[in-house]
């Protein structure tokens, strides 16, 4: 085999990889579909799902600009997929949006409101890397 025949399947050999293993082809994970993470005043500015076990999100006013999600969670299996369950420093569990990079954590918050992808969080199972944490500061 050739250096060029080589890199041309290492080539391919990636793109298959990328594409198949991509989230669903209707809107990304259940997190993404639920806007978890999205600013909000109210729960009714929190999208809601049938389609993704019920999922009732909550806007949780305790955080600056409201954050959709769920509170009380135990484990990760009470969130969404693609939302892992984390301990918050106030002393909750939260379904907080995962997220490898911060503007992720923004495409539905306002500049003021924006939230961190951090690291630096406890999770009440185990660690699933970073999570989109809002700020503190809530209503």
């Known amino acids: 085999m050739t250096r060029l025949s080589r890199t ?3 080539l391919l ?8 293993c991509g989230d669903d ?13 999205a600013e909000c005043a109210s729960n009714d500015d929190c999208p809601q799902s049938e389609r993704d076990g019920g999922i009732s999100q909550q806007c949780l006013t305790q955080f600056k600009g409201g954050y959709c999600g769920l509170e009380d ?5 009470d969130c ?4 892992g369950c984390v301990t ?3 002393g909750g ?15 539905n ?16 199972a185990e660690d699933l890397g970073k999570a989109c944490v809002p700020p503190s500061g809530g209503d």
């Open 13 to 20: 050999f990636s793109l298959l990889l990328a594409t198949g």
């Open 93 to 107: 569990n939260y379904c907080f949006r995962l997220c490898r990079d911060k503007p992720e954590c923004n495409l």
């Open 25 to 37: 082809d209707d809107g990304g994970t259940a997190a993404d579909r639920l806007g978890v993470g």
């Open 8 to 10: 041309r399947s290492a």
């Open 73 to 77: 969670c135990s484990d990760h299996d």
């Open 109 to 124: 918050r306002s500049l003021d409101n924006e939230a961190n992808c951090s690291s630096s969080i406890d999770y009440a």
């Open 80 to 83: 969404p997929q693609g939302s």
């Open 88 to 90: 918050h420093d106030d």
